[in-house]
C-alpha cells in the first residue's frame, strides 16, 4: 500500500518568504506527527494531531510555524517569514495507534532550504 | 543539552564483523524505539521495547532494553553492507506522544 508522501520533496525559499509543506499520511492513520531534523541530528519533535485535534504543538519553535489537519487526513505545516535557522528537513510521520507505543512510519520529508 | 546520548557516533567495520551501539538517558522511559535512516529517507521503525530489561531479536539484530528503561543497546551479528545508515533511538516520555531521538550512530559496513 501507498506509505506517506509529503510535498514538496525540495523547497528553496527566500528569508522572509512563506512555505507550506504538505504531508499525506497513511489511509486511515488517526495520528500525525511533524519533526524538524538538522542535518547531523535526529528529529526533534514539533507538533502532534490526533485525527484532526492538534494535541500538542509544545515542539514548535516559534509562533512563526503552524500547523493544521482540518479534516483529520492531509497536514500542512506553514512557516511563516522563514530564517535561515529555519532551514532542515521537515519530517512527517503517521500512526495507526492513538496511544503509546506508537509505530511511526515517516515520510521522505521536504528539505527546506532559506537563502 | 541532548536528553538521549548515543555511541559511537560513528562506526566504520568490515563485512562480517559485530557490532553494538548505546543509546543512553538519564530520563526513564515509558518505551524506546530503534529506527533505521538511509539518506534521503525518512527512518525506518526497527522496533520498540517497552518493558525493563526487555530483548528483542529482528534476525541479525537484537535489541535491549534498561533495566531501569534509562537505556537501550542495538547489537548486529556478522554486519552486512545492507545494514549501513543512520541508527536513531527515540523514547517516549510519560507515555505521551513527544518523542526524544537521539543523535544518532552513523555504520559504515565496508564489503
Known amino acids: 500500500g501507498a506509505g506517506v508522501s509529503q510535498s514538496p520533496r525540495y523547497k528553496v525559499a527566500k528569508r522572509g518568504q512563506d512555505v507550506a509543506l504538505r504531508c499525506d499520511p497513511i489511509?486511515?492513520?488517526?495520528?500525525l506527527f511533524w519533526y524538524q531534523q538538522a542535518l547531523g541530528q535526529g528529529p526533534e519533535f514539533l507538533t502532534y494531531?490526533?485525527?484532526?485535534?492538534?494535541?500538542?504543538k509544545s515542539g514548535l519553535p516559534s509562533d512563526r510555524f503552524f500547523a493544521e489537519r482540518p479534516e483529520g487526513s492531509v497536514s500542512t505545516l506553514k512557516i511563516q517569514r522563514t530564517q535561515q535557522e529555519d532551514s532542515a528537513v521537515y519530517l512527517c510521520?503517521?500512526?495507526?495507534?492513538?496511544?503509546?507505543?506508537?509505530?511511526?512510519?515517516f515520510g521522505p520529508g521536504t528539505r527546506l532550504t532559506v537563502t | 543539552t541532548q536528553l538521549l546520548e548515543q555511541s559511537p557516533q560513528f562506526l566504520s567495520i568490515q563485512e562480517g564483523e559485530n557490532l553494538t551501539v548505546y543509546c543512553n538517558s538519564s530520563s526513564v522511559f515509558s518505551s524506546l524505539q530503534w529506527y533505521r535512516q538511509e539518506p534521503g529517507e525518512g527512518p525506518v521503525l526497527l522496533v520498540t521495547v517497552v518493558t525493563g530489561g526487555e530483548v528483542k531479536k529482528l534476525k541479525r539484530l537484537t535489541f535491549q532494553f534498561g533495566d531501569a528503561r534509562k537505556d537501550s543497546s542495538l547489537h548486529i551479528t556478522a554486519a552486512q553492507p545492507g545494514d549501513t545508515g543512520l541508527y536513531l533511538c527515540a523514547g517516549a516520555r510519560n507515555y505521551g506522544q513527544n518523542f526524544v531521538f537521539g543523535p544518532g550512530t552513523r555504520l559504515s559496513v565496508l564489503p
Open positions: 494531531f490526533q485525527n484532526e485535534a492538534q494535541l500538542d
Open positions: 510521520a503517521s500512526s495507526p495507534k492513538r496511544t503509546n507505543p506508537y509505530e511511526q512510519y
Open positions: 489511509s486511515g492513520h488517526v495520528s
